[in-house]
């Protein structure tokens, strides 16, 4: 298998309900133009040695630390997911210390070369809390150079211990699909040439309702 494509990096914002065993989403968006992305899961790991052997081994999903590379972090995506405010006068984006990321869905598509056939990997992580990205910036030289932007979160379960969810379809249209249906979107196309919709008006601030103090 080769990974030789990526794109259809969306977010989602979750809803989480302890009375409930299926999650939802909603306000999904576009988190950028996918360049680059990179999963790391962490895992707890015990082992049990006796009669000089090995006799016990066992790991454990603990964590996980998702990162990814994009064209461009646009306001609407940057407030949704860090939990920021817009003035609706100015369109200022106002960046608190007291602001809380709120748990998202995050999911994205690869494209890989099994035997010859093109294939398109849809994975969905079922709860991410991103990070403030860093700034930077570099003037203009002698040479021309394209810089990106890197955003990070962690990766956390569901109440049932789902973390990921994937599926491989040999159409992409599909696979696209399957983002949107976990990312709560209407099944019927938009508008809009299947492009999942702008962000709406709501904004993520303080203690959203699927923020909790244990996040496990």
């Known amino acids: 298998m ?9 977010i989602a914002v979750l809803h989480e309900n302890s009375a409930e065993t299926t999650p939802s989403y909603s ?11 990179d999963c790391k899961v962490n895992l707890s790991k015990a082992t049990l040695f006796a009669d000089n ?20 972090l646009l306001d609407e995506a940057r407030t949704l997911m860090l939990g920021h405010t817009v003035d609706k ?21 690869g494209t890989v070369e099994r035997g010859g056939v093109t294939k398109h990997r849809a994975i969905w992580f079922c709860k991410v809390q991103f990070e403030e990205p860093s700034e930077s910036g570099e003037t203009e030289g002698e040479t021309f150079k394209y810089n990106t932007t890197s955003v990070s979160g962690t ?19 599909d696979a696209k699909a399957y983002i949107n249906e976990k990312a709560g979107v209407p099944a019927s196309p938009p508008e809009n040439g299947g492009e999942t919709p702008e962000v709406s008006n709501t904004v993520y601030n ?10 496990g």
């Open 2 to 10: 080769a990974k030789v494509g990526l794109e259809y990096a969306r």
């Open 27 to 37: 306000d999904c968006i576009k988190l950028g133009a996918a360049v680059k992305f």
């Open 53 to 72: 052997r090995l006799q016990e081994s066992r790991a454990k999903f603990k964590d996980g630390t998702l990162s990814v590379d994009i064209d461009d």
């Open 89 to 109: 006068t100015t369109s200022e984006v106002i960046s608190n210390a007291g602001d809380k990321s709120p748990y998202m869905g995050f999911g994205i598509v």
């Open 155 to 173: 990766i956390f379960t569901l109440k049932n211990g789902d973390y990921k969810y994937d599926r491989t379809f040999d159409d992409i249209e």
């Open 206 to 215: 303080g203690n959203p309702d699927n923020t909790e103090s244990n996040p």
